[in-house]
């Protein structure tokens, strides 16, 4: 693959089986918060590469304005990851210029933001909220992110303590049967309810969605059935997290 050469600095994991790697960003290199590369690993001695190769695509998980690049994953089987969970601090991948168009409108456009995350899905969403923070944006921001378990959830505590005078910051888990906290924490799967109780203006919101495909089209569903029209609900499927791994982590 062609592309840039960057070097990993250190790697933190950032929720169960979920690991942060923090690469130097090369002088120049520039992207938009919400946008992705695809990044290619070295082979390595050991590693048997499968059908599916050592190149993913990854949304960027820095904000342009941090001088890092932050990538973070969920833990896997395929050679691709085995490689990524073996890199140390000086080993270097290659990542294409960043792409995509799951990134929000410029402040003038005043209408709120919902995001609707799934697992790994925070990724994006982190830039966007951490460059909002950054921009001292004053627009409406809601973020409802659904894990399994609260052990599953990444970037837990750098997302509470993210300063913005209109975020509201929902932690929905799927299976977790400890008590619901009396604001801001659901427990079961994001339905319809959950989406009126949180957003007021239904089919006046612009809504991010972004995690497996199978949450993705859950979501989606959802939103259509409420008449969000499609200019209003902008998709970030995760393809390659399968159904399967889908059930067993993301939600
Ligand atoms: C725009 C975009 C942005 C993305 N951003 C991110 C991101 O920020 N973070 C992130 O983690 N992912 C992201 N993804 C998804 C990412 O590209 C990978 O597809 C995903 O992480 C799964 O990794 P993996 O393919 O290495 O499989 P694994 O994580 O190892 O496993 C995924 C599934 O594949 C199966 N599987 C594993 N090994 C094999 C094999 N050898 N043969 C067949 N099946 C196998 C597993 O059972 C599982 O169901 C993004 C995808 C897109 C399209």
Excluded at 208 to 231: C, N, R
């Amino acid at each position: 693959m062609q592309g840039l050469t960057i070097t990993l600095k250190e790697t933190r994991d950032v929720a169960d089986g979920t690991r942060l790697f923090v690469f130097e960003k090369p002088i120049g290199y520039t992207f938009k918060a919400g946008q992705y590369v695809a990044l290619e690993v070295p082979k390595m001695e050991g590693i048997e590469i499968d059908s599916r190769g050592l190149t993913r695509s990854l949304s960027i998980a820095s904000a342009p304005f941090e001088s890092d690049l932050y990538f973070a994953m969920r833990k896997g089987e395929s050679s691709f990851k085995q490689v990524c969970w073996k890199l140390t601090s000086g080993a270097t991948v290659v990542i294409t210029k960043a792409v995509g168009f799951f990134v929000v409108p410029a402040e003038e456009d005043t209408r709120p933001i919902v995001f609707v995350a799934g697992g790994i899905g925070i990724t994006p969403v982190r830039s966007i909220l951490k460059q909002a923070e950054y921009e001292k944006s004053t627009r409406s921001f809601t973020l409802l992110y659904a894990n399994r378990f609260i052990k599953d959830v990444a970037f837990e505590e750098e997302i509470e303590n993210i300063t913005l005078p209109h975020l509201r910051h929902i932690t929905v888990l799927s299976k977790s049967d400890d008590p619901c906290a009396p604001d801001n924490d659901e427990r079961g799967y994001i339905c319809t309810e959950m989406i009126k109780k949180y957003c007021h203006n239904i089919t006046g919101c612009l809504y991010y969605i972004v995690g497996s495909p199978q949450f993705s089209d859950a979501i989606e569903k959802i939103l259509i059935d409420l008449g969000v029209p499609k200019e209003n609900r902008h998709i970030d499927p995760f393809t390659g997290l399968r159904a399967v791994d889908a059930k067993k982590r993301s939600l």
